[in-house]
């Protein structure tokens, strides 16, 4: 006869049998979960360093020197970038599937780009100068609807650049504001007060807001007298279109004269040496610099000094520059030439 002890331990010793093997089962299973999961992610890091030991070699050379932190950031953007886009693809090609998307394969064109001025071409001008703006309007610059049609067939932009009374909001400005509202083709220098001595920085700020507000390949400063070929300056710009850094116009180079009272005082004249000669600039009445020229002007305006005038001035701000003079006699204003460019009221 069994005692009840000993039906006690069999009874525990069957629960434990019956009960094992679902342990061990349920203990197999999360193993095999673990184990695809570390594989699969060994897998992962496994094709991620091949991955990126592929762009090392490729971005710096096989690997002769370091990768940035940027590089790296990059390719990985560049990765998951690529996983969206076969994502949205997929998306896209299910989409179709569905009837959601048009299947037609020639969708419209873009509009065309707006093609970018060939120059942009400031009038030095200034108060009491109304009847020489009547002229330019009638010899080349045009008004109204033919203005807009220059802009836009021959790449040429055209404006009357002015600043402001030193006593703002006067007649004076007022005059202005009234031909402005009538012609439309002024540029007003809001920053600029007029005055006879400041053409050089008037000339500056000219440069420097064109630029911000043209882009343009070429910026020509030209003064209220001066009558310009528009044909022959697009012909002769788009010859040289392929040199970054030109300063075109008539060279020249003149005295410095040191006298108080004349009439081409240079009060800067010991700066110019014992000859006392200027260097080579272009001459005055009108020349022209290059987009990188105009931009360069535009960022340190602030510390490009001027001279008493404003073609010595310009010159001078392209000296130590890597900049290409161009000294085309058809820039020299003093009469009309054949294929001349300019020429002087």
């Known amino acids: 006869m069994q005692s009840k002890g000993s039906n006690y331990h069999r009874n525990?010793?069957?629960?434990?049998?019956?009960?094992?093997?679902?342990?061990?089962?349920?203990?197999?299973?999360?193993?095999?979960?673990?184990?695809?999961?570390?594989?699969?992610?060994?897998?992962?890091?496994?094709e991620d360093r091949v991955y990126m030991g592929k762009e090392l070699d490729r971005i710096t050379g096989q690997g002769k020197s370091a990768i940035s932190v940027d590089d790296t950031l990059k390719i990985i953007g560049c990765r998951e970038q690529q996983k969206k886009l076969t994502a949205l693809e997929m998306e896209l090609a299910a989409a179709r599937q569905e009837g959601f998307v048009s299947k037609t394969k020639n969708p419209p064109p873009p509009p065309p780009l707006k093609k970018k001025p060939l120059v942009m071409i400031g009038v030095l001008t200034g108060f009491g100068r109304k009847n020489n703006r009547e002229v330019i309007r009638k010899a080349w610059m045009t008004t109204g609807e033919a203005l807009k049609k220059m802009?836009?067939?021959?790449?040429?932009?055209?404006?009357?650049?002015?600043?402001?009374?030193s006593n703002r909001g006067d007649s004076l400005d007022r005059d202005i504001d009234i031909e402005d509202k009538s012609h439309n083709d002024?540029?007003?220098?809001?920053?600029?007060?007029?005055?006879?001595?400041?053409?050089?920085?008037?000339?500056?700020?000219?440069?420097?807001?064109?630029?911000?507000?043209?882009?343009?390949?070429?910026?020509?400063?030209?003064?209220?007298?001066?009558?310009?070929?528009?044909?022959?300056?697009g012909s002769t710009l788009a010859a040289h279109i392929d040199k970054p850094r030109v300063y075109i116009g008539c060279m020249k180079?003149?005295?410095?004269?040191?006298?108080?009272?004349?009439?081409?005082?240079?009060?800067?004249?010991?700066?110019?040496?014992?000859g006392k000669t200027y260097f080579r600039h272009a001459s005055g009445e009108m020349f022209v610099i290059s987009k990188a020229l105009a931009r360069f002007v535009s960022i340190n305006r602030s510390i490009l000094r001027t001279y008493a005038f404003d073609d010595v001035s310009t010159g001078s701000w392209f000296i130590g520059l890597d900049v290409k003079h161009i000294d085309d006699k058809k820039f020299c204003c003093t009469s009309w030439s054949t294929g001349g460019i300019c020429a002087g009221a």
């Open 12 to 46: 525990a010793a069957a629960g434990l049998v019956f009960r094992s093997p679902i342990s061990a089962l349920m203990l197999c299973t999360i193993a095999a979960m673990a184990s695809f999961y570390v594989a699969g992610r060994l897998w992962q890091d496994a």
């Open 151 to 165: 802009e836009d067939e021959k790449g040429v932009i055209a404006r009357f650049v002015i600043g402001r009374s």
């Open 186 to 233: 002024f540029f007003i220098l809001e920053s600029h007060v007029e005055a006879p001595e400041e053409l050089p920085k008037k000339t500056k700020l000219f440069f420097a807001h064109a630029a911000e507000r043209w882009e343009a390949e070429y910026y020509a400063k030209v003064n209220d007298d001066v009558y310009v070929n528009i044909d022959a300056l």
């Open 253 to 274: 180079s003149g005295e410095v004269f040191s006298e108080q009272g004349q009439k081409w005082y240079e009060p800067d004249w010991w700066k110019f040496g014992d």
